[in-house]
């Protein structure tokens, strides 16, 4: 299972770390993309970063300002959201997967930026 935290309630322009801490399987092994979702709208792909760490790649909406990390010593993968606006409240997810092997989800932080 993957599960996240580091979520909460931030004013605009603050930052937050999230965190997605993997178990019960070889997370060294698994790429972990973050997803963001908001009530009525489909989830948004935001962040990937391979199993490595060697390669990252974020979403338009989100470059310049996250950066995705891991340390796979910990199983833990970090989402670091700086200059955090409004349009980013949401519930952040983080998935695990490899070749050939079911994906894992997480149930989720939620992310709330406002004044």
């Known amino acids: 299972q993957v599960v996240e935290s580091g979520g909460g309630e931030v004013q605009p322009g603050g930052s937050l770390r999230l965190s997605c801490v993997g178990s019960e399987f070889p997370f060294s092994y698994y790429d972990i993309t973050w997803y963001r979702q908001v009530p009525g709208k489909g989830r948004e792909l935001i962040a990937h970063?391979?199993?490595?760490?060697?390669?990252?790649h974020y979403a338009d909406s989100v470059k310049a300002r996250f950066t995705c990390s891991r340390d796979n010593a910990k199983n833990t993968a970090y989402l670091q959201m700086n200059n955090l606006k409004p349009e980013d409240t949401a519930v952040y997810y983080c998935?695990?997967?490899?070749?050939?092997?079911?994906?894992?989800w997480g149930r989720g932080t939620r992310v709330t930026v406002s004044s």
């Open positions: 998935k695990a997967d490899s070749a050939d092997v079911p994906v894992i």
């Open positions: 970063i391979t199993s490595t760490g060697g390669s990252t």
